[in-house]
């Protein structure tokens, strides 16, 4: 596999894309693993720090509505 920024051989994938990228071209962005409620009703997340990220896809925010899903 070749990198997406520079077509180098790739070391790693992006987290939220699936993009290839070499060692010169990975950033990092934290990825949330898991999402619970605790049993006193407050949120939480299990988060990843230094996931790679290819710097190029824009992971959203927030959910998005899928429709007609069946």
Not at 36 to 58: E, F, L, M, P
Request: proline share 6%.
């Amino acid at each position: 596999m070749e990198c997406w920024h520079c077509e180098r051989p790739a070391h790693a994938v992006c987290q939220f894309c699936g993009r290839a990228l070499c060692k010169a071209h990975v950033q990092e962005k934290p990825y949330i693993v898991h999402t619970y409620r605790t049993a006193g009703g407050q949120y939480k997340a299990i988060v990843v720090d230094g996931s790679v990220y290819c710097g190029v896809c824009k992971p959203q925010e927030d959910p998005i509505t899928l429709q007609d899903m069946e």
